[in-house]
């Protein structure tokens, strides 16, 4: 009986090792170990043996058992990776094919007009300042006097956190931090770009937007350093033949106050739809530092005087660009984006 045990397992190992496939594997483990298979077979003649030998065959039975099992184990394993490589070789990997580019990144199209209007006033002097998204009422307002029931905060309804810190609404507070920083000290010339919030939401509004804030103070500054300047910009920005007018404003801080539109740039003044026919399209908010908001910020506003202005981003991208709905620069559509960019 051992010896017909040391055959099966001579045989069983043959087999084994011949299999091709993990088909025939699994027949070979059937024959062999299955209910009907050769192991079990020799097992059932164990009553055809002595007694006192039954333990000791039973136990090398049980043994061969378990190598077989480890055998077919490994056979399985080995079958199964050759089939891998089968596959490999079937798919043919060709390595001369050029390779699929890693999807980059591009700069939005607010970055990119922010930039181009940051190059533009760095070449003349000015200095990129900033300021923090979450101002309080002291900047945002009351210095750039605006008293607490004035009326002009209505036209810039903002996200108050406490009723002393809000969002800010526009890029002039940038103005007040920067002045106190740097008061007595002349001259002042800075433009601070960033985001600012109002409750305003349509196709030319969004609660959330951009400004690039102009400020320039001095002692010899005047109205037409202003007109200058803006007309100097409008000029690198959209083309040397634009023109910019200006039209008597309203703004607690600057005293006079300028709008500033410059010549439509969809049908060069003639008129048009996009600018209702009066030849002209509104970019920013303009004018003389008020006296009031000088002294807070430490100037003395009998010696000193300056300009400021506060464009929005979106405004001049959708212009530049001939984009219609103000709400396709947040909606992160990459049909829309790629088409601007680096
Ligand atoms: N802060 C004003 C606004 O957001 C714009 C402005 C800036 C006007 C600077 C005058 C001077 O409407």
Redesign the pocket.
Known sequence: MLQKLKELEKESQLKIDKAKNLEELKEIKVRILGKKGALTTLLRSLGTVAPEERPVIGKEANNLRAKLEQAFERKEYELRDAGKENQWEKERIDITLPGRPGLLGQKHPLTLVTEEIKDIFIGLGFKVAHGPDIETDFYNYEALNFPADHPARDM?DSFYITPQLLLR????PVQIRVMEKQAPELPVRIIAPGK?FRRDDDATHSPMFH?V?GLAVDTDITFADLKGTLLLFAREMFGSEQKIRLRPSY?P??EP?AEVDISCIMCAGKGCRVCSDTGWLEI????MVHPNVLEIAGYDSRKVTGF???MGVERIAMLKYGIGDLRQFFTNDLRFLKQFGE
């Open positions: 810039q609404t526009h890029t002039s600012v400004q804030e703004f801080f600057t106050s920013l908010g303009s004018g400021a202005f506060g």
